[in-house]
């Protein structure tokens, strides 16, 4: 079934017996994962979790649904997590919801599928299933959502405090969690000792997350100009600046590069796709020459790269920083390469 937000929450909060798929899919990946953390939490610490991917689904196409009739080597709960899915597990999922008997709940997220995918249909159209489309919050929503993780918290932001953590964090879930966390520490709070948070204390502890300076980043690696990508990385890794937020940027721009390289494969001129797709003008000619620069298969390449990086980076035990810094400098080589 196609659902909303909350009756996701409300399904994974009960681990409800009747839903064996949760699809989470969409450009919102930080905001899945969050949900997906729901699950675990429903479950309990002592529940058994199985990681899967759709590489793995592709390969066997009946382990998915041999996974969720198992029982845990312990006795105790399981579920199943997968990542990175697509619809190379249309097959996989497609067994999960027809099989008779699934005891462990499945909760799958699709970052790179759009709402007509075939695993969406998949999904909505089953009563065994929940698909929630998970998009980037802005403006309000943003702000609402970061008021929500600091009462989490104990905290109470003062007015314009919620929007500030919103926008530096570009609306991402998990930055802003991060962010609030270290500002609980900070003032010692918890949802038993609530205390006030303002801008004083957002100063002296929150991250500096500027745009320009995540903007001069991506235009490095994009233009291919390695040297420069270095000391653009250098001088936000010194600024305490997560790389969450600058992969996701630079995933944004590929993806829009890709929609115009699309246009141009298809017969339009650089000149006239650049207008068409509204583009700043002040980026018209580092765009044109992007354009020039990229191939279709390389701007995929490219965007494969920056997600895997970023699902790296949220997974336990990561290389962190390393595995951003190395994406970065990967996509600033082929673009050297085609200069």
Not at 324 to 331: G, Q, R, V
């Amino acid at each position: 079934m196609k659902a909303n937000l909350n009756q996701v929450r409300a399904a994974l909060d009960a681990v409800n017996p009747d839903i064996r798929l949760y699809l989470l899919h969409g450009p919102d990946e930080a905001g899945a994962a969050d949900l997906a953390m729901r699950l675990a939490r429903a479950m309990g610490p002592d529940a058994e979790r199985v990681d899967l991917d759709g590489a793995a689904l592709r390969g066997d196409p009946a382990r998915l649904a041999d996974e969720a009739a198992s029982i845990s080597l312990f006795g105790g709960r399981r579920y199943i997590r997968i990542a990175g899915v697509g619809e190379e597990s249309l097959a996989a999922l497609t067994t999960l919801l027809e099989t008779e008997t699934a005891g462990n709940p499945v909760v799958a997220i699709a970052p790179s599928v759009k709402t007509s995918a075939k695993i969406v249909k998949l999904a909505q159209g089953s009563p065994r299933a929940m698909a929630l489309a998970c998009y980037v919050p802005d403006g309000a929503d943003a702000e609402r959502i970061a008021v929500g993780i600091a009462r989490e918290h104990g905290l109470r932001p003062a007015a314009g405090v919620a929007r500030r953590i919103a926008e530096a964090s570009g609306g991402d879930r998990a930055i802003m969690a991060r962010e609030i966390e270290k500002l609980a520490l900070y003032l010692d709070s918890a949802p038993d000792r609530p205390a006030e948070l303002d801008d004083a204390a957002l100063d002296a502890v929150g991250a500096d997350l500027g745009d320009a300076g995540m903007n001069a980043a991506i235009d490095a690696a994009i233009d291919g100009r390695v040297a420069d990508l270095g000391v653009e990385l250098a001088r936000l890794e010194s600024a305490g600046t997560s790389s969450i937020p600058i992969l996701r940027g630079l995933v944004r721009r590929l993806m829009a590069l890709a929609e115009m390289r699309a246009d141009v494969e298809a017969g339009s001129s650089i000149d006239e796709t650049v207008k068409r797709h509204r583009v700043f003008f002040k980026e018209e000619g580092s765009t044109r020459r992007a354009l020039r620069l990229w191939t279709a298969a390389a701007l995929d390449n490219a965007i494969d790269r920056a997600r895997r990086a970023e699902r790296g980076q949220m997974a336990s035990d990561s290389a962190g920083q390393v595995l951003a810094d190395d994406a970065f400098t990967t996509i600033a080589r082929i673009a050297a390469r085609a200069r």
